[in-house]
């Protein structure tokens, strides 16, 4: 069975700093990564997937994959209030469309101004 | 990407009344859709995996009397909830997938979500 650790939080960061999102897998062969992001009543929407080691960059949003520590983590560059949220880290179960997604049960990101 | 449409967004029911929620693929087949339940302030769990044209498969814990799945067509999931009771309040949320071959990424596209109260 697939786990997918993530310390619930919340965590609190001032506003215009750098939050980092942290995330553990257990299956050394899981190949792609997924950070969504959960605003409070609503579903959950995707802001970036991974497949290679090293760092990926979209925005103010940064993954960070390293395989071999079997970590995935989240960076939020100049966090603003918006970004108060609970993110959630996934991955695949498997390769077809009937494969489930393993989340993890999500942290707790506040953006204090 | 991929839309996943869900309604109704909200639904208020009576205790032992039945609630169907349906789960709509707009853009593409979906062969399989996935069944989600939250709690306030708690993670996704999931519920059941929806397969078109043959019987659901239900989490651990899930009774599948109570919750009904129907995935009649390639667009197409219900989630039924039989016999609502308060403790079956919750935010149902369906999604699918377009898996991870030919170049697809394999996230998951979410519906808005079905906020239910029984009272």
């Known amino acids: 069975q697939k786990e997918v650790e993530q310390n619930s939080g919340p965590l609190s960061v001032p506003e215009g700093a750098i939050a980092s999102l942290n995330c553990t897998y257990s299956d050394r062969g899981s190949q792609s990564f997924f950070w969504y992001r959960q605003y409070s009543g609503k579903s959950p929407e995707l802001i970036m997937f991974i497949y290679s080691n090293g760092d990926k960059e979209d925005g103010r949003f940064t993954a960070q994959l390293n395989k071999a520590s079997q970590y995935v983590s989240l960076l939020i560059r100049d966090s603003q209030p918006s970004d108060s949220a609970t993110y959630l880290c996934?991955?695949?179960?498997?390769?077809?469309?009937?494969?489930?997604?393993?989340f993890g049960s999500g942290t707790r990101l506040s953006i204090r101004p | 990407g991929a839309v996943v449409s869900q309604h109704p967004s909200w639904v208020i029911c009576k205790s032992g009344t039945s609630v169907k929620i349906e789960c709509r693929s707009l853009d593409f087949q979906a062969t399989t859709m996935f069944w989600y339940r939250q709690f306030p302030k708690q993670s996704l769990m999931l519920m059941a995996t929806?397969?078109?044209?043959?019987?659901?498969?239900?989490e651990q814990g899930v009774e599948k009397d109570k919750f009904l799945i129907n995935h009649a067509s390639l667009t197409l999931s219900t989630l039924t909830v039989t016999s609502a009771h308060p403790e079956d309040s919750s935010f149902y949320i369906c999604?699918?997938?377009?898996?991870?071959?030919?170049?697809?990424?394999?996230?998951?596209?979410f519906g808005e979500g079905s906020r239910l109260t029984v009272l």
């Open positions: 929806s397969n078109e044209g043959s019987k659901a498969t239900y």
């Open positions: 999604s699918a997938s377009l898996g991870l071959a030919g170049g697809v990424t394999g996230e998951l596209f």
């Open positions: 996934a991955v695949p179960g498997g390769y077809s469309s009937a494969s489930k997604i393993i």
